[in-house]
């Protein structure tokens, strides 16, 4: 086994606390286009239409925006430094089983977030979470962590993870908004 390894992984070699530093940069810009595209999508969707579920479809824009959110905060916040009291706030228990992987996205706004809590828990999650990465201990990144991360089994792994499933929730929201019938962003 490879010393730069965790718990026996036979995947890549960690690479030393340089190197991972230059990645987590690499990290947060792919991190921000990923956001910036997705919040291009949703101002091109009418939010009246944000809790509409298409044809044959399972989900609708506000299950997706909830969705970043509670992720984001799960890698970047939660994978990173804990669970702190404040977070109840932040990610209240309903919104995180609502809005978590595995969440059915509701059938009825009622009772829900609007779109504009929506946007603004957004916003909120990713500017903490954007904040508490930049004083992050570079020395920390290779601590170990849980399922789901990217590549490595650490704290960077979960850093990288991250810009890749804020991409594929974008392509779930340029998808359901083809099937609302609105046109394509680019």
């Known amino acids: 086994m490879n010393a730069n390894t965790l718990s026996g992984d036979s995947g890549p070699s960690l690479p030393d606390v340089e190197t991972a530093t230059v990645m987590?940069?690499?990290?947060i810009?792919?991190?921000?286009?990923?956001?910036?595209?997705?919040?291009?999508?949703?101002?091109a969707t009418p939010q009246e239409r944000w809790y509409e579920i298409p044809n044959g479809s399972v989900t609708h824009i506000a299950w997706q925006v909830g969705h970043l959110a509670v992720s984001q905060y799960g890698?970047?916040?939660?994978?990173?430094?804990?669970?702190?009291?404040e977070d109840l706030d932040?990610?209240?228990?309903?919104?995180?089983?609502?809005?978590g992987r595995g969440g059915k996205p509701p059938l009825s706004p009622e009772g829900q977030p609007t779109p504009e809590e929506l946007l603004a828990k957004l916003e909120l999650v990713h500017r903490t979470a954007?904040?508490?990465?930049?004083?992050?201990?570079p020395n920390s990144l290779?601590?170990?962590?849980?399922?789901?991360?990217?590549?490595?089994?650490?704290?960077?792994?979960?850093?990288?993870?991250?810009?890749?499933?804020?991409?594929i929730h974008a392509g779930q929201i340029g998808v359901?908004?083809?099937?609302?019938?609105l046109e394509s962003v680019r």
Request: with cysteine; net charge positive; charged share 25%.
């Open 24 to 27: 987590l940069q690499a990290a």
């Open 29 to 43: 810009g792919q991190i921000q286009f990923a956001r910036q595209y997705t919040l291009e999508l949703l101002a």
């Open 75 to 85: 890698l970047m916040m939660f994978r990173i430094r804990g669970r702190r009291p």
């Open 90 to 99: 932040l990610i209240p228990g309903r919104f995180r089983k609502t809005y």
């Open 130 to 137: 954007m904040d508490e990465i930049a004083s992050l201990d």
């Open 142 to 167: 290779l601590d170990e962590v849980d399922m789901p991360y990217a590549v490595y089994p650490c704290k960077l792994g979960a850093i990288l993870f991250c810009p890749m499933h804020e991409s």
């Open 176 to 181: 359901t908004r083809r099937h609302l019938g």
